[in-house]
């Protein structure tokens, strides 16, 4: 939610921030500003848009030849999207400007105070009242900007990434982070700032994520100093080296960021289990089960917390750990979960699945789980994230950035983490045989190949996109490991072409949605031949019987389907509980052409943003 930018060094500030937002437009893009300092005042461009009209506005706007800079790209959460409440917010004198990532939750309180003190409020922000209240510190403290910024924070309640410069001190950019992320990439003599590392990666791979209640003031002259918000300690910063290049945040030839992801699954599921599944000795490695196996094979159960697609994923591991660990599986929706007063106990493990590692809610619910000393585990996307930091242990998806709004890649290799945690504690607890342990090992060892055959019906899903580009509304069905991606294959349609669509569980169909059956009716079947098979074939018959139409996803070769349905989509063959890995591909495919055919904004549909950083 919100993506922030900013640069202080040689170079000029304006097209370092600029394209810094376009790399984080994923994160936001409702409205767009930036503020320069041109040798005397600070000056802001901001619009309703996307950050190619703030580019045009900016322009004409302001002297863009400024050496430091703010800049963000928003997703709206306080005041709709317009002019006046995107960033940069000055504060009422003009001498302070702010960019923030987050919510201020006690905003309302705070502007009251500010109000009855004579402070004039512009937009609807939560943004406009830290900024004033920061400048309210600063005059009657009389302290400089870090510790007025220090002092402010003390007061807030909330979540924020924020930056913050003054144009009597055009030297330093003081920045502070609660919540959500904020990185600061280390140049020569200049200093770059982010909500993730895109903007800067082309300039220095040095890298400081930012802990909770940090805060630095970055200068010029004397670079980096970090201190905690709440008692002022003085801390050393942790200099990290990326491994992510700039090729991998590119669109790499394919029209967009969605289709890009999709076609590397294949690489990203490979990627996923490099290391970790060694097929040949028969053996999963993975260091945060490997150190933790007790906790995990001593858990009276596992609860999995998550939020979307990654809760989809969570709904996959319940069946997969269940059915090979024989470990009691409860998956949680993290917003539900962090306010109904679980009961968590000191012998459950809890997993929280997030590709950004950033989720509020997801957070909110790790942090729950903590505080009645479960065992937490982290399965994140995104290295060195909040979530993967906050997690007693985890593991990471390597999938590689994900920038499409709509997840992907997020989603197969999330399931590759899980399934390999299920297969490790069933061996190591014997609910699975040897044999059948190695033949999984080995099945799963194929996948990627099996996904990149799956890709190749691609021409074939278009002309099934086609066919049912304007349906109003879909039903998707699946069973048993394919319920979820029922749900996925659903959501995926629903986000990106504004497609109304469900996805059940395929017998529960005859306790109410068939009801809905009609003509006009697209619906999507998950029928491959192992699990539950003759039974979703009866399913079928029941939708043909009442003129929906039938797209079958099927196993290679099926007839039977294929004599029922109106079109089928061909996956390769493989165990059952590794289906979803497959099935997948051609519900996001076929959302893909659907919405590319409706002409909307594949990789940043309206309402949304990549990573939830508010509740
Ligand atoms: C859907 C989608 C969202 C995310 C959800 C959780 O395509 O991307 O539903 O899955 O917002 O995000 P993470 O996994 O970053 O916690």
């Known amino acids: 939610m919100c993506g922030i930018v900013g640069y202080i060094g040689k170079r000029k500030a304006f097209p370092i921030i600029l394209e810094g937002l376009k790399r984080l437009e994923y994160r936001g893009y409702d409205s767009a500003g930036i503020a320069l300092y041109d040798d005397s005042d600070i000056k802001l461009s901001k619009t309703k848009g996307k950050v190619a009209d703030l580019e045009a506005k900016a322009k004409n706007e302001i002297n863009t030849d400024g050496t430091i800079g703010i800049g963000h790209t928003r997703w709206a959460t306080h005041g709709v999207p317009n002019d006046v409440n995107s960033h940069p917010h000055y504060s009422n004198s003009g001498d302070l400007v702010i960019i923030h990532n987050g919510i201020i939750e006690n905003y309302d309180s705070l502007k009251k105070e500010l109000l009855k003190r004579g402070y004039i409020f512009k937009s609807d922000t939560d943004t406009e009242v830290l900024i004033n209240l920061i400048e309210d510190v600063k005059i009657n403290e009389k302290v400089k900007l870090g510790k007025a910024v220090q002092i402010a924070l003390n007061q807030v309640v909330g979540a924020y990434a924020i930056a913050v410069f003054d144009k009597n001190k055009p030297n330093e950019i003081v920045v502070a982070k609660l919540g959500s992320p904020l990185a600061i990439g280390i140049g020569d003599e200049e200093f770059f700032i982010a ?90 490695k993975m260091a945060g089960v490997d150190d933790n196996l007790e906790r995990f094979l001593n858990a009276n159960k596992i609860i999995i917390v998550a939020c979307g697609t990654s809760w989809h994923a969570g709904l996959v591991a319940e069946y ?93 290799t999330q399931i590759t983490v899980l399934t390999l945690i299920a297969l490790k504690l069933a061996k190591e607890k014997g609910t699975i045989s040897n044999s059948e342990f190695h033949l999984y090992l080995q099945e799963l060892e194929l996948i990627p190949e099996k996904v990149k055959k799956a890709l190749k019906s691609e021409k074939h899903i278009k002309t099934v996109a086609n066919t049912y580009k304007n349906a109003k509304n879909c039903l998707y069905l699946g069973r048993g490991y394919n319920f979820p991606v029922a749900l996925e294959g659903a959501l995926k349609l629903k986000e990106i072409s504004y497609i109304h669509a469900e996805g059940y569980p395929a017998a529960e169909m005859k306790h109410g949605p068939i009801a809905l059956i009609d003509e006009q009716m697209p619906v999507f079947v998950i029928a491959t031949k192992k699990g539950h098979y003759e039974k979703v074939v009866s399913n079928i018959q029941e939708i043909k019987s009442r003129s929906g139409k039938i797209i079958g996803i099927v196993t290679e070769g099926d007839e039977d389907v294929k004599n029922l349905a109106d079109h089928v989509i061909e996956v390769p063959e493989t165990i059952e509980f590794l289906t979803p890995l497959l099935t997948t591909i051609p519900m996001q495919l076929l959302s893909y052409h659907i919405a590319v055919m409706l002409n909307k904004n594949v990789d940043q549909p309206r309402n949304l943003a990549k990573s939830v950083t508010v509740e």
Not at 360 to 376: E, G, H, P, Q, R
């Open 195 to 284: 909500s993730d590392a895109s903007p800067f990666l082309e300039y220095t791979k040095k890298a400081i994520y930012l802990e909770d209640e940090e805060m630095a003031v970055i200068s010029r002259k004397k670079g980096v100093k970090l201190r905690r918000i709440k008692n002022d300690a003085v801390v050393d910063p942790y200099i990290q080296e990326l491994k992510i290049n700039l090729e991998q945040i590119e669109k790499g030839g394919y029209e967009h960021f969605m289709l890009k992801e999709i076609h590397e699954q294949p690489n990203a599921i490979k990627d996923t289990y490099r290391g970790r599944l060694l097929a040949k000795e028969g053996i999963v």
């Open 320 to 412: 997969v750990f269940e059915n090979l660990a024989k470990v009691p599986v409860e998956v949680e929706y993290a917003s539900e979960f962090r306010y109904r007063n679980p009961v968590i106990t000191d012998k459950d493990v809890v997993i929280a699945i997030s590709q950004s590692g950033e989720t509020a809610d997801t957070l909110a619910a790790i942090k729950l789980a903590k505080s009645k000393n479960a065992f937490v585990f982290g399965v994140c996307n995104v290295v060195g994230s909040t979530i993967s930091r906050e997690t007693h242990a985890g593991a990471y998806t390597h999938a590689g950035p994900e920038i499409g709004v709509a997840s992907t890649k997020a989603f197969t």
